[in-house]
């Protein structure tokens, strides 16, 4: 037992010249996150991120996408009661869920965006301001920014000095919370750009966990899964992830409620 308790699961390969195709595998598909977990991230850029109320989305890291399983959860939903019709039943996912996986506020003000209309240089502006860091024109569409041009800059920032500004750990700490949110919480189906209308909203730290980013998560979701159970949609978008938790949390409670009905 004292061999078994010691023992670690290592996901990554422990002998290189075996697994020769690993810096192809999905499994690095995460590049910046594997970078982040390999450099810390600064301790008071993660203070900042706590306080925000979007560490749980944080914590979970990105997770890698299972296209089979999510594909089998939309052919079972229905837009009509917004449930997952299932032989067991019509569950769904509620903010109670939203709120104990992955710890986001589902009180508070509505998140709302700022659709205003603004060139690429009104945003460039914004984005030295809030992000630290200016992209280039060709990096906007529309009102979106391309997503390598945030990984390249945050990449490049992974590192900060200890003697690094308030400004400096506010910036970075921003970077994290755009990339959350528009990359995974409320991703669109675009896959490589990150929609600039939450950017503003990160401003002012004193009221971003005012926000109820629990509600708008879900319901982007929701929004998503009644898009893509139609016959003519081939895509689908939303916090993804958060299909995924429930599903395994929802089997492993129903597995040992049946359990201890049998016993």
């Given at each position: 037992m004292a061999g078994y308790s010691a023992y670690q699961l290592d996901p990554d390969p422990l002998e290189p010249s075996v697994l020769?195709?690993?810096?192809?595998?999905?499994?690095?598909?995460?590049?910046?996150?594997?970078?982040?977990?390999?450099?810390?991230i600064h301790p008071r850029v993660l203070e900042v991120i706590e306080?925000?109320?979007?560490?749980?989305?944080?914590?979970s890291n990105r997770s890698i996408i299972n296209h089979i399983l999510i594909t089998s959860l939309v052919e079972r939903w229905r837009p009509e009661t917004?449930?997952?019709?299932?032989?067991?039943?019509?569950?769904?996912?509620?903010?109670?869920?939203?709120?104990?996986?992955?710890?986001?506020?589902?009180n508070g003000d509505p998140i709302l965006g700022?659709?205003?209309?603004?060139?690429?240089?009104?945003?460039?502006?914004?984005?030295?301001?809030?992000?630290?860091?200016i992209p280039c024109p060709q990096d906007f569409n529309?009102?979106?920014?391309?997503?390598?041009?945030?990984?390249?800059?945050?990449?490049e920032q992974l590192q900060l000095p200890d003697l690094a500004t308030q400004d400096m750990i506010n910036q970075m700490a921003r970077c994290y919370m755009f990339w959350m949110i528009a990359g995974m919480m409320m991703a669109?189906?675009?896959g490589n750009y990150l929609k600039l209308m939450y950017l503003p909203m990160l401003?002012?730290?004193?009221?971003?966990?005012?926000?109820?980013?629990?509600?708008?998560?879900?319901?982007?979701l929701y929004r998503f899964l009644c898009k893509a159970s139609q016959s003519n949609q081939n895509e689908i978008a939303g916090f993804l992830p958060l299909l995924q938790v429930y599903l395994i949390t929802t089997s492993i409670i129903y597995k040992y409620f049946f359990y201890f009905i049998i016993s």
């Open positions: 020769t195709q690993q810096l192809t595998h999905r499994r690095c598909d995460g590049k910046l996150w594997d970078l982040v977990k390999k450099y810390p306080l925000s109320g979007l560490y749980g989305v944080y914590r917004h449930t997952f019709h299932f032989r067991t039943g019509e569950p769904t996912i509620t903010l109670q869920d939203v709120e104990v996986l992955y710890d986001l506020p589902v700022d659709e205003s209309i603004r060139t690429k240089g009104d945003w460039q502006n914004i984005c030295q301001r809030l992000l630290g860091f529309h009102s979106s920014l391309k997503v390598t041009a945030l990984n390249a800059h945050m990449l669109d189906t675009s401003e002012d730290f004193n009221v971003v966990s005012s926000y109820s980013w629990g509600s708008a998560t879900l319901a982007c």
